[in-house]
């Protein structure tokens, strides 16, 4: 059986297909690609359409010819210093006119006699067969012949040619240019000149003549097809660009737009690829400056609301106190013991006033200035129990009681006993004085590997979700009205979170069904 594990189908294309999804440098090399095969197969497609014969001329063979002949007349010289009578044995033999006018020739001269076999011979003078070989190339291929002497003087021409001298330097340069037969003007003269020795003496044969041609067509395609194929890239590169130059287009209409202050505005992100990203994180820059926004307008909200709660906390008691004051001043009494009661409400209004300007004081230390901490190793639970004993007749006095679930063993923690007990003690009296009596306040101390988690609950009247967020935040009080039935300026618990998060702890509130509960979390090992 085998046991090889198999791709998914069409997963092999998965990774490219990402990859081509995600860069746009791929799209726009992928879609350059694709243009150009595009244009190059519309070229093609669209040659046969324009295709033009153009009638030409190919000098080729006239030339070769001419070499031919200039070079079979040089040979026929050679052979005639050497072996005339061969020669002339030679022409008869390959040309009947020769044949029929010099063998057997009746009459008397200067003669030359050659033997043709046993009963016959060809009588000629040298000169008659100089004149017979420059002359055949003139009746086979329209060429003229010309022997001079090394001054240009012609000593033997053929028939036709009236020069009695000719220029051999241009003679030699005309001979020495090289024709291409396909390029050959048709109304151009070939020239060949080769030296040969006769009778002794050096001299020069040149031959020259307009070589012969042939016809042939040739196809050109032209610049038709060229144009088309470029049109059609142009055409096929735009069509496909379209739909990122649009996006390009959105992208910066969205950036004028958020540049205008709408920071709700969010760019539509169409792609996955470079561009899609940057939309995602133009929208994202939008959002965070929204919340960023957001949260000065509630900083600057929450700047006023405190100066107005703090100057609301300080007049209450600060205007009883002045009233008692005023009252003792105009001996506004009517015994002794009238006037030790104004001076006590004086003086308990004067003794929250301190309390309020300490806990202002220990919260603005705790936040912004920092605290040393002087830990020490404490037992937990027992700072708990001592708490909850002293905290247990102002529970009843408000219809309260505690239900405790602390462990026996003793929770030893690193901390600094001082901030601590006023942070629990802050949580507990908190818990008191908004319970709903009567009730129960459940503590609970939980236990484990690397964290100790204190909770406690207790029924209250009906919160609102903003205001559940809000416990924490300084001088925020469930009641509105900042009502003096409820003593505390509402920094009771925003201290108690400085201190918790001084020890890297951390405090959380939840509220279900009129209970709230809040959740202290203190790691062992800090």
Not at 128 to 155: C, H, M, R, S
Not at 247 to 269: D, F, Q, T, V
Not at 372 to 378: D, P, R
Not at 444 to 472: D, G, M, W, Y
Request: with cysteine.
């Amino acid at each position: 059986m085998n046991n090889e594990k198999r791709l998914p189908a069409g997963s092999y294309f998965k990774k490219p297909v990402h990859l081509v999804k995600t860069s746009i440098r791929i799209q726009v090399i992928l879609a350059f690609a694709f243009c150009i095969l595009v244009s190059v197969l519309v070229g093609f497609a669209s040659s046969p359409f324009f295709v033009s014969k153009d009638k030409r001329f190919d000098f080729t063979e006239g030339i070769v010819t001419i070499d031919e002949s200039a070079r079979e007349l040089v040979r026929q010289f050679k052979q005639m210093n050497q072996d005339i009578n061969g020669l002339v044995i030679e022409m008869g033999d390959e040309n009947p006119d020769f044949k029929n006018k010099f063998l057997n020739r009746t009459g008397s001269g200067d003669w030359l006699s050659v033997p043709n076999g046993n009963t016959s011979s060809y009588h000629l003078t040298k000169e008659e067969l100089i004149d017979y070989l420059i002359n055949t190339p003139k009746q086979q291929n329209n060429l003229n012949a010309v022997i001079t002497d090394l001054d240009g003087k012609i000593l033997y021409k053929s028939n036709g040619v009236s020069d009695t001298q000719v220029d051999l330097p241009l003679e030699m340069k005309n001979a020495n240019k090289t024709f291409i037969g396909k390029e050959h003007d048709e109304n151009s003269t070939v020239t060949r000149l080769y030296p040969i020795t006769l009778d002794g003496s050096k001299n020069y044969i040149i031959v020259n003549g307009i070589p012969k041609s042939t016809a042939y067509y040739e196809e050109e395609t032209g610049v038709t097809p060229y144009l088309l194929g470029l049109v059609t890239f142009i055409l096929c590169f735009y069509l496909i660009t379209k739909r990122k130059m649009k996006e390009i287009e959105e992208l910066a209409l969205g950036l004028m737009e958020i540049a205008k202050g709408n920071l709700h505005y969010r760019i539509r992100e169409k792609s996955s690829d470079e561009l899609g990203s940057l939309a995602a994180n133009i929208n994202y820059m939008a959002f965070e400056l929204n919340e960023m926004i957001e949260r000065q307008r509630q900083t600057e909200k929450l700047k006023d609301e405190l100066i107005t709660n703090v100057s609301h906390d300080l007049r209450t008691p600060l205007t009883s106190i002045m009233g008692y004051l005023r009252l003792v001043k105009d001996h506004q009494f009517k015994n002794k013991t009238q006037l030790d009661e104004y001076v006590d409400i004086a003086y308990g209004k004067s003794e929250q006033l301190k309390k309020l300007i300490e806990d202002l004081f220990d919260f603005t230390r705790l936040t912004y200035e920092g605290v040393q901490l002087k830990k020490e190793k404490v037992s937990l639970n027992q700072m708990l129990r001592q708490l909850l004993d002293e905290l247990d007749p102002i529970a009843k006095d408000n219809h309260v009681s505690f239900m405790t679930d602390l462990p026996k063993e003793q929770i030893m923690l690193a901390v600094d006993p001082n901030q601590m007990v006023r942070a629990l003690e802050n949580v507990l009296t908190n818990a008191i004085k908004y319970s709903t009596p009567p009730g129960d306040i459940h503590v609970s101390l939980i236990h484990n590997k690397h964290a100790v988690q204190l909770s406690v609950s207790n029924p209250c009247q009906t919160l609102s979700e903003e205001e559940v967020a809000r416990l924490f935040d300084r001088f925020y009080r469930v009641d509105p009205s900042r009502s003096s039935n409820k003593s505390g300026a509402g920094l009771g618990l925003a201290i108690t979170k400085s201190i918790i998060e001084l020890h890297h702890g951390t405090i959380d509130v939840s509220y279900k069904n009129h209970i709230i509960s809040l959740s202290i979390t203190l790691p062992i090992h800090d």
